[in-house]
């Protein structure tokens, strides 16, 4: 087991209220000690008392984030019984991300799920009438690890980090092809392509990591389509999304023939909300063309709300829609249950898939916004949900993970300035194959001896 | 009439091929009465393929099982005809030692050492059961009939059960070389629960060496300076005249005659079921699988000082022998080839190590042990190295003493049998620098230092072999001390020196040590400017060299090492449950019960169990640690 320091947002990622980040480990007190400041400039943390509680600031370098309360644990008096902290911020998605970044700058690593009470078991610290609860903590842990990992997802993210992977993965290949076969495979001037290589995937990773540090999917939302059949009552979750009667709703199905776009706050997250005309065959010239332009909206889509109406058998308007729905992201809101249903869940995961999550929603009644609301947020932080069709990363520990990628690759590009012998070029480029499996949910296993086989002719 | 043996006998050594001989005489010289079979006395140490010893990743399991005291670096170095240190450009982890043998030297030099070791018999005859009660190995009966007794039994049948040796539609019921296969093993193995693989190999033709233009091959010239493997020879006593290997090239002609026969190979037409190595490619298969290259390397290599036959490296195959002959006469020099012997492939049964500890002894029959080819390898040094542990280990359970497991961070012969008991094998299984995450401690050089202490404890090293060592590793500490402490000026001398080595002046003073690690100087270069250096044992400037010039390297390994061992430390029980882990996943749960991991760190190496399977499995077994310690109160 690992006993480093670990970070992880105590409190619901969201707008409102405190936030709560906790660090448990040995440097959690150095790290607070680097990055929270006294209002009492004499003041030093590492004098302060167990159990106590103290004002100031926490600073990125010399850039104030917030003003703060934070609360110090000594072990083996804490949860964990490790040396604990507990940075109580003003919320804020942007601020609490700032913070968290930052302690994680400093050495700790994000916590995996489940993790500071797994710590508290290993440490003894919970008794054994516990331990179940611990165990469905863990095993809680090890399915949202799972949901979480980006190999669940087609997206452009999960496509970079594969091709990362793919191009390090090929590299020590062939340089453990020609150390385990010298006299079959030279290395002769091999260095300096692989820098070459190597400075423009590092550069790639660079591009990525800016990506979740510019807030831009903050300010300008995730593009969210509105899809269903013809009054299945998308426009009615429009208006209540957005709170007005903009859309116009009629018991006429096919009234709304062109797009109509909102922006939207929901929970922390903007999205940039998109009704669209119902999908079905039509006669209609009006129609068709709103029918068009719905599917090419679909296509550009971040995120996918498709309502069925519960009180209507599915047809070969409902397939039209499936097919759309591939390799999106999509929640399927089961519209209208405050009429009598005529499809179950059931039926809708038969035909469309169980993979999408489906929530019960009725608009006109504006039941289930909340649940709607969580999930996407969820989908959001877990780094699920891709933004503008760019590879845009939202999850820490992708960050984290691509950070560290990059360094091992940079390390490699240092190995090779300072003339080092090739056979040490494969200690930081597996490095880096690991630090994106670990985004990827993939580990190692026999990843290279198969590459090695497959690509290069090798042996007696 | 039956025949019982009525002398005293411990262990049963079956077969006498690289395996078989380490594991004999790793017993023998502990003390134990050993009994070893063979087919054929004449077949001792044989190496039916490749003419030499070593090699890349092969070359460092020669040193460990040269420091753990087994006999195989000591053979070459009384055998060998020409010898090279590969990789010598790379770094110190890749530098591995290959030497051509005499191959019938090599096998009669080991076949007087075991002549001549006391507690050693060698008994020509086949074994066809394995006697065992109530999951305890009780013997062996042989063909004839005759029993055996003995406390534990060490299978080294290398490819020889059930053997068969394939070239086109010809296929032989032999074992290598046309010697006797031995057919009935396996079905008493069957018998005991043992679950059995085949697997398939091959060589190629060997062929007289007056046949062969030479002048149309580059010729391949042994080392200057020859380094012996074991860390006994001294170095002097074996600089000789050395034999050259030739180097040709196959061509758009050799690959044509190979596809236009593809159908007539029984690799393609299904007539071979066994699985081939990927990394030993038949010729036939890199012309398949590697279309694009025009053409493939062929090693012309000798077989010995006295005979004109030589080992065409590079070409194996089981096409019919009228297509070997036109394909091996296409290659440049070999025009007017003559065949002596043909190539083919072998098939031949093992087991699914799997089956195994990581003691090589067998989890379902107390006392039996396994090691070499049996177990799923190729090579002769993995299977001498799993010979030697297998022979280790049963003398010692004989003796009651602990069992030797060697793990990933102390030697590759630790990777290796680690990888076969862990790791779902589907080929023969070799040895690759690539497969030893820690490899830049896990040195040749240094192979002394990892484990003669081992070797010592385990009573395999001498007492003088033991101190000479802890000599050197005190001579490396204080030297390595000594050169970070020596300050170097910015004289005249010291400007010199680097200019004539192509290096940076200095502009301020700097330590011995410093100068070390750039990578255009060393240890030794840097004599002149170092006059109060001492005289030191053989191999302590390497060693000084090395840790000094890559310490940052070597330290981050260590701290790789720290994390590897803590869950090596975290055992599992012998009969764990994992059906009664409640949150495993379920192909997490088949994977571990099927493969019965010892440690928390062996379960993480199973394919298909994740991390998060990892945490289940340690927070439950936490929990019944806890229980179990609750309910002794």
Redesign the interface.
Same mark, same amino acid.
């Given at each position: 087991?690992?006993y480093d320091t670990i970070v992880a947002v105590a409190s619901a990622m969201s707008s409102a209220g405190i936030g709560i980040i906790r660090i448990s480990g040995n440097d959690s007190f150095s790290i607070l000690e680097h990055i929270f400041r006294f209002k009492d400039e004499k003041k030093r943390i590492s004098d302060q008392p167990s159990y106590t509680i103290h004002y100031g600031n926490v600073y990125d370098g010399e850039e104030l984030l917030d003003e703060v309360i934070v609360l110090l644990m000594r072990g083996p008096h804490s949860y964990t019984t490790e040396d604990t902290v507990e940075i109580d911020c003003h919320g804020g998605i942007l601020v609490m991300r700032r913070i968290l970044e930052t302690v994680i700058r400093e050495g700790a690593r994000p916590a995996?799920p489940g993790e500071f009470t797994?710590r508290a078991? /290993?440490n003894g610290r919970i008794d =054994?009438s516990q331990?179940e609860a611990?165990?469905?903590v @863990?095993?809680a842990? *090890?399915r949202m690890? /799972?949901e979480s990992s980006l190999s669940q997802l087609k997206g452009a993210v999960a496509n970079k980090i594969r091709f990362f992977r793919e191009t390090i993965l090929y590299e020590t290949a062939f340089l453990?092809s020609a =150390?385990?076969?010298?006299?079959?495979i030279s =290395?002769d001037g091999y260095s300096k392509r692989l820098s070459e290589t190597l400075k423009s995937l590092a550069a790639d990773m660079k591009v990525l990591i800016d990506s979740f540090e510019n807030g831009r999917i903050i300010k300008e939302g995730i593009k969210t389509v509105i899809l269903g059949k013809p009054n299945a009552g998308k426009s009615s979750l429009l208006n209540v999304l957005i709170g007005e009667d903009r859309a116009i709703v009629t018991e006429i199905a096919g009234t709304t023939r062109d797009i109509l776009e909102e922006e939207l706050y929901l929970g922390g997250i903007s999205l940039k909300l998109l009704d669209t005309a119902g999908i079905r065959k039509t006669q209609d010239l009006v129609e068709q063309i709103g029918v068009g332009r719905a599917k090419e909206q679909a296509e550009n889509a971040d995120l996918i709300l498709y309502v069925v109406d519960t009180s209507r058998e599915m047809d070969e308007d409902d397939v039209e829609i499936c097919k759309i729905l591939e390799n999106k992201k999509v929640i399927i809101l089961l519209n209208k249950s405050d009429l009598k249903t005529v499809v179950t869940a059931d039926a809708v995961g038969q035909r469309v898939g169980y993979q999408y999550p489906m929530i019960s929603i009725s608009a006109k009644e504006k039941e289930g916004m909340k649940l709607l609301e969580d999930q996407i947020r969820e989908l959001f932080f877990q780094g699920a949900i891709s933004f503008n069709h760019e590879s845009v990363i939202t999850n820490i520990r992708h960050k984290t993970s691509l950070e560290e990628a990059r360094k091992s690759l940079l390390m490699v590009e240092d190995s090779i300035q *300072?003339?080092?012998?090739?056979? !040490?070029y %494969? @200690?930081d480029l597996?490095d880096a194959y690991n630090s994106l499996g670990y985004i990827l949910?993939e *580990?190692l296993?026999?990843d =290279?001896?198969q590459e @090695? !086989?497959?690509k290069f002719? %090798?042996?007696? | 009439m039956k025949f019982i043996y009525k002398e005293d006998c411990q262990v049963i050594v079956v077969g006498a091929g690289h395996a078989g001989c380490e594991a004999a005489l790793a017993c023998a010289r502990l003390g134990i009465k050993t009994v070893m079979f063979t087919v054929s006395i004449d077949s001792i140490a044989l190496m039916p393929c490749n003419p030499n010893i070593g090699g890349t990743s092969k070359g460092h399991l020669v040193r460990e099982i040269d420091a753990l005291g087994g006999e195989m670096g000591k053979n070459i170095d009384r055998t060998f005809i020409q010898s090279k240190m590969l990789n010598i450009s790379k770094g110190p982890a890749v530098h591995s030692l290959r030497a051509q043998a005499d191959k019938s030297e090599y096998s009669r030099s080991m076949r007087r050492v075991l002549e001549n070791t006391d507690n050693l018999s060698i008994v020509q005859a086949e074994v066809t059961e394995i006697l065992s009660e109530n999951g305890q190995v009780l013997g062996v009966r042989t063909y004839s009939g005759a029993v055996y007794f003995a406390k534990a039994v060490i299978l080294c049948t290398g490819t020889y059960l059930k053997a068969r040796c394939i070239y086109g539609e010809v296929s032989n019921a032999t074992g290598p070389n046309g010697l006797q296969a031995a057919n009935y093993l396996t079905d008493s193995l069957k018998a005991l629960g043992i679950e059995m693989l085949r697997f398939k190999t091959g060589t190629p033709a060997r062929i007289d060496k007056r046949s062969v233009d030479f002048s149309k091959m580059e010729e391949q010239k042994g080392d200057e300076r020859i380094e012996p493997f074991s860390f006994t020879t001294d170095s002097e006593e074996i600089q000789k005249e050395q034999v050259s290997c030739w180097l040709t090239y196959t061509n758009e002609k050799t690959h044509d005659i190979i596809r236009n026969n593809l159908d007539r190979s029984p690799l393609y037409s299904g007539m071979i079921e066994g699985t081939g190595p990927r990394y030993c490619p038949s010729i036939e298969d890199k012309v398949v699988k590697f279309a694009d290259k025009d053409r493939h390397q062929v090693f012309i290599e000798p077989e010995g000082l006295y005979t004109n036959e030589m080992y065409v490296g590079g070409m194996s195959s089981s096409l019919p022998e009228d297509v070997q002959h036109k394909m091996y006469s296409s290659v440049a020099g070999l025009e007017n080839v003559r065949i002596v012997r043909n190539a083919y492939a072998i098939e031949y049964d093992c087991i699914d190590p799997r089956q195994l500890y990581p003691t090589l002894e067998f989890r379902n029959i107390s006392g039996l042990f396994s090691g070499g080819q049996f177990n799923g390898s190729s090579g002769y040094e993995e299977a001498a190295a799993q010979g030697l542990l297998a022979g280790i280990n049963a003398a010692r359970k004989i003796l009651g003493k602990e069992q030797i497991v060697l793990d990933r961070s102390q030697a590759y012969i630790g990777v290796l049998i680690d990888d076969l008991v862990t790791k779902e094998n589907k080929e023969p299984y070799r040895m690759m620098t690539s497969r030893a995450e820690y490899r830049l401690l896990l040195r040749q050089d240094n192979a002394d230092i990892r484990l003669t202490k081992i070797g010592y404890d385990v009573g395999l090293i001498s007492e003088e072999r033991y101190q000479f060592l802890l000599e050197k590793e005190r001579q490396i500490q204080e030297e390595i001390h000594r050169i970070k402490h020596v300050n170097i000026g910015t004289g005249e001398k010291v400007q010199e020196l680097l200019k004539a080595a192509d290096s940076t002046p200095l502009t301020s003073g700097s330590t011995l040590g410093e100068l070390i690690r750039r990578p255009e100087l060393n240890y030794d270069l840097l004599a002149p400017l170092d006059p109060n250096r001492p005289v030191l044992l053989k191999g302590v400037a390497e060693q000084v060299n090395i840790n000094v010039k890559y310490e940052g390297y070597i330290n981050r390994q260590k701290k790789q090492i720290e994390q590897f061992k803590k869950m090596e430390k975290k055992k599992i029980p012998e009969n764990f449950s994992y059906k009664e882990v409640p949150s495993l996943r379920i192909e997490a749960r088949q994977k571990l019960e099927l493969y019965r991991p010892v440690s928390i760190g062996q379960a993480s190496r199973i394919s298909g169990v994740s991390p998060a399977d990892i945490s289940v499995l340690v927070v439950y077994l936490e929990q019944q640690r806890r229980k179990q310690h609750i309910e002794r109160n």
């Open positions: 087991m690992r995996d797994k078991f /290993l =054994l331990a611990v165990m469905d @863990i095993q842990g *090890n690890a /799972l453990e =150390l385990d076969d010298p006299e079959h =290395l *300072n003339g080092m012998p090739e056979d !040490f %494969t @200690i597996m949910g *580990n296993g026999e =290279l001896v @090695i !086989f497959s002719c %090798t042996g007696k | -």
